[in-house]
């Protein structure tokens, strides 16, 4: 009686690990149309070494600059990240992360290689910039992403005072489908939003240029332009960008379905990180479609802290001014699935 007990149960547990793995097959096939690959866009909030940059002339975060940045504040800022990205990665990992805010080669180093995401193989693509504070673009990439081209494509007019940050462009390929991938950081509203539109428009014009060209040359042409544009999708810049074109912007208020925005300014929240892409990745047409899911802000509630003097909450940002204040960022993430779907 013993022995058919025991039998018994070991059938039973082979039936449940088949019945799991069944189910998790199922649940891949139904998400994933074959194979899903997570793209996400993080501004990582001034996410500067603590060592003095003999280059540049601004050294603010360092032990002696106005925010006293110290080795302890720069590992807590990094662990912070790490968890970001860990979160959204899930189980299958990011395939490509556009990130902006970082001062150098060395800190993208440092957060892949001297923590645990340094066990998903990522790498990147960096071009130093010509910005005034020394922030750059780079794109984050893992196994699934495959590039062949890379540049980094800067203003350049007589008009333009100050220096600003490149658009970061990348071709690659994700499962046999050729990918052209566009991060931005557009000049911030800082010194005032009239006075800095006309730069912002500036990048616009110069990122459509881009676009254009290969939309001319391949209308099918899988395209993603991401980025911290200090616009919203109903300004200007960014109407500007997909007028006449076959771009969408994912984060227009037709598509938005689980945030106020990504970065909050006293009361008022804005969408300025945003993904656009061209018109092929939103149909069957080609082999990779954006997933039904659409675009997501991750707005996890340790991203988040209770706004005393505004109400409601807003994210929980490493500074306020000078004063250190322990957080991850003062933006919050954005990322969508795309799926492969023949």
Same mark, same amino acid.
């Given at each position: 009686m013993?022995?058919k007990?025991?039998?018994?149960v070991?059938v /039973?547990?082979? +039936?449940?690990?088949l019945?799991? +793995?069944?189910?998790?097959q199922l649940?891949a096939?139904?998400?994933?149309?074959?194979?899903y690959?997570?793209v996400m866009?993080?501004?990582?909030?001034?996410y500067?070494?603590?060592f003095?940059?003999s280059?540049?002339?601004?050294?603010?975060?360092?032990p002696?600059?106005?925010?006293?940045?110290?080795?302890?504040k720069?590992?807590?800022k990094t662990i912070?990240?790490?968890?970001?990205?860990?979160n959204i990665? *899930?189980? =299958? *990992?990011i395939?490509?992360?556009g990130i902006?805010?970082?001062?150098?080669?060395n800190?993208?180093?440092h957060?892949?290689y001297s923590?645990? +995401?340094?066990?998903?193989?990522?790498k990147?693509?960096?071009?130093?910039?010509?910005d005034?504070r *020394?922030?750059?673009v780079? /794109?984050?990439?893992?196994p699934?992403? &495959?590039p062949?081209d890379a540049?980094?494509?800067?203003?350049? =007019?007589d008009?333009i005072?100050?220096?600003?940050?490149?658009i970061l462009?990348?071709k *690659?390929i994700?499962?046999?489908d050729?990918?052209h @991938?566009?991060?931005n950081?557009w000049?911030? !509203?800082?010194?005032?939003?009239?006075?800095s539109a006309?730069l912002?428009?500036?990048?616009?014009?110069l990122l459509?240029?881009?676009?254009?060209?290969?939309l001319?040359? @391949?209308?099918?042409?899988?395209?993603?332009i991401?980025g911290?544009?200090n =616009?919203?999708?109903s %300004? !200007?810049s960014?109407?500007?960008?997909?007028?006449g074109?076959?771009?969408?912007?994912?984060?227009?208020a037709? !598509?938005? %379905?689980?945030?106020?925005?990504?970065?909050k300014?006293?009361? =008022?929240?804005f969408t300025?990180?945003?993904?656009?892409?061209s018109?092929?990745?939103?149909t069957?047409n080609?082999?990779l479609?954006?997933?039904?899911?659409?675009l997501?802000?991750?707005?996890a509630?340790?991203?988040?802290?209770?706004?005393?003097?505004?109400?409601?909450?807003?994210?929980f !940002?490493?500074?306020?001014?000078?004063r250190?204040?322990g957080?991850?960022? %003062?933006? /919050?993430p954005?990322y969508l699935d &795309?799926?492969?779907?023949?």
């Amino acid at each position: 009686m013993k022995a058919k007990v025991i039998v018994f149960v070991k059938v /039973l547990e082979t +039936l449940y690990v088949l019945l799991v +793995l069944w189910c998790f097959q199922l649940f891949a096939q139904n998400n994933s149309g074959g194979g899903y690959y997570r793209v996400m866009f993080y501004n990582l909030e001034n996410y500067f070494d603590c060592f003095p940059d003999s280059l540049l002339s601004y050294n603010e975060f360092t032990p002696y600059g106005d925010y006293h940045w110290t080795m302890r504040k720069y590992e807590s800022k990094t662990i912070h990240l790490y968890k970001v990205f860990q979160n959204i990665a *899930g189980w =299958d *990992g990011i395939c490509l992360a556009g990130i902006c805010e970082i001062e150098n080669e060395n800190v993208l180093k440092h957060l892949l290689y001297s923590t645990p +995401l340094k066990s998903q193989n990522y790498k990147y693509i960096h071009f130093d910039s010509p910005d005034m504070r *020394g922030i750059d673009v780079a /794109l984050m990439y893992s196994p699934k992403f &495959i590039p062949v081209d890379a540049k980094p494509f800067y203003l350049v =007019d007589d008009s333009i005072k100050i220096r600003t940050r490149n658009i970061l462009y990348v071709k *690659g390929i994700i499962a046999s489908d050729t990918v052209h @991938i566009f991060v931005n950081h557009w000049t911030s !509203r800082y010194r005032g939003v009239a006075e800095s539109a006309p730069l912002r428009l500036m990048f616009s014009n110069l990122l459509k240029s881009k676009t254009d060209s290969i939309l001319s040359e @391949i209308p099918s042409a899988n395209i993603i332009i991401m980025g911290d544009f200090n =616009d919203q999708p109903s %300004d !200007r810049s960014l109407r500007n960008l997909c007028a006449g074109s076959r771009l969408h912007n994912l984060s227009s208020a037709s !598509r938005y %379905d689980n945030s106020a925005g990504t970065v909050k300014f006293k009361e =008022d929240w804005f969408t300025f990180d945003q993904m656009l892409v061209s018109e092929e990745l939103m149909t069957d047409n080609g082999g990779l479609k954006i997933a039904k899911s659409g675009l997501k802000v991750f707005d996890a509630d340790w991203l988040m802290e209770v706004d005393e003097k505004y109400l409601g909450k807003k994210p929980f !940002r490493t500074n306020i001014g000078f004063r250190y204040h322990g957080g991850f960022s %003062d933006h /919050l993430p954005v990322y969508l699935d &795309i799926i492969k779907t023949n």
